[in-house]
């Protein structure tokens, strides 16, 4: 799945109208929760913790309406902690967001 980074600047801009600083500054807000959260996954050995990164993840994207990172958030929460096939694939979402 590849993510468009001009639909997070386009739910940035519609929450905030044309202030660039500002969506420069939630944008930069957004990717380095985004980030943590995957961070988080990563060294997660519990189910628990697994999916609490997942479901934070989520909603993290839900709050910005990135509906394909929201499935894959899911999708990381039904698997088994450690998963490296959905890391992966979560850090290539990340990449492709950052890219202008």
Do not use: H
Request: glycine share 8%; with cysteine.
């Amino acid at each position: 799945m590849s993510y468009d980074p001009g639909a997070l600047n386009a739910a940035l801009a519609a929450a905030v109208g044309d202030d660039r600083p500002l969506i420069e500054d939630l944008r930069v807000a957004f990717i380095e929760s985004a980030e943590r959260q995957v961070d988080l996954l990563g060294r997660s050995r519990c189910d628990a913790n697994w999916q609490l990164a997942a479901w934070r993840l989520k909603g993290l994207a839900a709050s910005f309406g990135l509906t394909g990172l929201m499935a894959m958030a899911d999708e990381a929460a039904d698997a088994a902690p450690g998963d490296p096939r959905i890391l992966r694939r979560l850090r290539a979402a990340l990449d492709d967001l950052t890219q202008r």
